[in-house]
Every structure is written in C-alpha cells, then in structure tokens.
C-alpha cells in the first residue's frame, strides 16, 4: 500500500522519547526531560525585533526560493568572517532548518546503492535520509579511545568503489566531540584524488568549551571544492522553532538542483524568519550567544564531573554542544532498556545510545537549567544503585 522508501523509515528516536515523557506528564507524573537538543534561552531581543519589524512592514509574501539577497549576503559575509571562507551567493541555499538542507543534499547526489560513510555515534537523522534516497549507511565505529572521533586509517579502510559521501559532524551530537585542524587535514590527505562528497554538518560550531572550531571547507582547496557546509541557527541562536538552516557548495550545478528540489517541495522558507536571521548572522547577538555558550560551559563541567562520579557511569568530556554521552555498558548493555526503564522508573527521559549507533550508552541534553539537571542526575544515580 505505502511506497519502499516510507516503509524503510525509522521514526525519530529522540523524538519518540521526548514524546513518550509528554505523554507521562501529562499523566500527571512528574517527569524531567533531557532528550531534547534545544537550548532553554530564549532567542535574543535583536532577532525578535527583525522580525516584528518584518511583520509590521508587511514583508510577508513569497520570496525567492534560495531566500532574499540580503540574506544570502549575510550568510556569505557570516562565512568568510567567521571561518575564511569565500562563497558567492549562488552558492547558498537558505533551507527549513538542516534536516531540509540534509534532505535535499542526498536528493541530489544519493543513486541507489551509493554508499555513506557516517561515524558512530552518529545523529539519528543520517543514516534514515540516506536509507530513504536509496543509499548505504557505512557506519564507522567510534569510542572513548579516539574521542568518538575517526581516524585518517579507519576512513581509509571503510572507502570502497561505492562511496560517494563522508558525513563529518563537528561539534558532534551526540558526544560533543570537535575535530582539530590536525585531524580534519589528516581525513582530507585520504580524500585526496577521490570523488567523494564531505558533508560537513556545523550547527554547534558556536558553542566550543575547549580547543577552537574549524570549518571542514576551510582545510585546502581541494576539501572547500568538495565539501558541503550544512548549518544554521537553531542551536547557537535558540531559534530551534525558527526554522533556519543553509548550506553553502563551490558546486554552483549542486546549489541549481536543490533550489529546483526545493521550489517543488516547500519553496521559500517564511519571509519573517530571513528578515529574522540577518542580525544574527551579521553578528549583532553575539553577547547572547556568548552568555548562553558561558552558561552551557558551566553545565557541561557540572554533568562531566557528576556523571563520572556515579559507579558503573562514565563520559568523556564533550567539548562542544551541549550533551554528554554516557557510558552505562558495565551496569546494563542494553540502552533502550536502560532508558525506557529509567523513564518509568524516575520520570528521566534520556536518548539510548542504540539510535545514535552506539549501544550501551545514553545521550544527556544539559540544555535545561542546572536545579532540573542536579534532580535529573541524583534519579539517575538511585536508579543505578538499586540496578
């Protein structure tokens, strides 16, 4: 009755527990949530003051697909301050959020049985695009030992004929891991006389703790000719219900083929979130996302410190993002077991490890204020001490 492709599509699993913790509130259970990745700030004043602006001047009416010239200006001058990149602006695509971007990227490039290589733990979205426009997932394991991170020998290893893209997230969801400019030039040195596509995911590139971020582009020409930038303002901006996500390709016939996709799925993304987005990419809210980076980094130090007090729990520390991913293999291997337990057990909803392709962790958003997150950790540890 449905098409191959719906029926091969895993629904969100972080999604299905956030869900699932709704659902138990509104029991009346008394339930925390750390499975979302959304930031508990607010968006900042400026970017809400463009937008009222927008609706009050009447800017409500279809734009170009792509998203308004001064919009694609201010993502190209984003790019080149923030990361030395040059791009024109028929190189970037204004998307509803990264998944779009994401979707419309494999769309065009994915042919049945290409292959995707996507490091483990991986964000749950990946691999069921790729499943969806006809592809292999590749999945390269990762763990503690190389700071969930892959190496220039285990990309070499897993390429075959069939590889037509590498998915790079930095900083990662799950583990808020951040790749160096040392490790990025070793991956580049592999990609080196290869046709295989980087999509290079960047969404918490704002939100760094310790070391400094670098754009998968900017490595040498050869990786800015072939990687794909995928970001937005979701994250480091609190603008998750905003919708706001772009990519940015030297590949000018790439960019004419999703704006082609795009007018014929949802066409422009809405005049009042572009109008919305062009403070903040020009940098006119860059105290608030250093306030809010300040405070997750404060988090981010309590939940490393907690968690690796707890016996049978361990983490490594994320430098990015804003989660922690916990290793609970010694006490329980199963995560959907541990996190379906743990939710009806202390009313603590947590993202198994198995959705993210890492079995026997659970990934914690610190996203929500510290008191929630000191309750949060305390239920968790009585629940693994009565384990």
Not at 171 to 197: F, H, R
Request: with cysteine; charged share 25%.
């Amino acid at each position: 009755m449905f098409s191959k492709r719906i029926e091969k599509l895993s629904p969100s699993l972080t999604i299905a527990i956030s869900q699932k913790a709704r659902e138990l509130k509104a029991q009346g259970k008394d339930v925390l949530a750390f499975s979302a990745g959304e930031p508990d700030f607010d968006t900042p004043e400026i970017i809400k003051k463009a937008a009222i602006k927008a609706i009050e001047e009447g800017f409500t009416k279809y734009t170009a697909v792509a998203g308004i010239p001064e919009l694609l200006e201010a993502i190209k001058t984003k790019l080149k301050r923030d990361n030395d990149l040059e791009y024109e602006t028929d190189e970037i695509i204004v998307s509803n959020g990264a998944k779009q971007s994401l979707f419309n990227i494999f769309a065009c490039l994915i042919d049945e049985g290409d292959e995707v290589i996507i490091p483990a733990p991986y964000w749950v979205t990946y691999p069921e695009l790729v499943k969806y426009h006809g592809g292999v997932p590749v999945s390269i394991e990762t763990d503690e030992s190389t700071g969930f991170k892959i190496t220039a020998e285990m990309l070499k290893k897993a390429i075959t004929p069939k590889t037509k893209i590498l998915i790079l997230t930095s900083p990662s969801n799950p583990t808020g891991a951040v790749y160096t400019k040392e490790e990025l030039k070793a991956l580049a040195d592999v990609l080196k006389d290869t046709n295989i596509w980087v999509v290079s995911d960047e969404m918490y590139e704002k939100l760094i703790y310790d070391g400094k971020f670098t754009a998968t582009a900017s490595i040498n020409e050869d990786m800015l000719k072939r990687t794909i930038t995928v970001n937005g303002l979701s994250k480091s901006h609190a603008m998750t219900g905003w919708r706001f996500g772009y990519c940015a390709s030297k590949n000018k016939e790439l960019v004419k083929n999703m704006i082609k996709l795009q007018s014929q799925s949802t066409s422009n993304i809405n005049s009042i979130t572009q109008k919305a987005a062009i403070p903040a990419l020009l940098g006119e809210a860059d105290a608030d996302v250093e306030m809010m980076r300040k405070e997750f980094e404060k988090r981010r130090n309590f939940v490393y410190e907690a968690f690796n007090k707890i016996p049978g729990l361990s983490a490594a520390k994320p430098a990015g993002a804003f989660y922690i991913f916990v290793n609970h293999k010694e006490i329980m291997p199963e995560s959907m077991s541990f996190a379906l337990t743990l939710l009806e057990d202390k009313g603590v909803a947590v993202v198994p490890g198995v959705g993210f392709g890492s079995e026997g962790y659970f990934r914690f958003s610190f996203a929500t204020d510290i008191e929630t997150i000191k309750e949060g950790i305390k239920r968790i540890e009585e629940f693994v001490k009565a384990l």
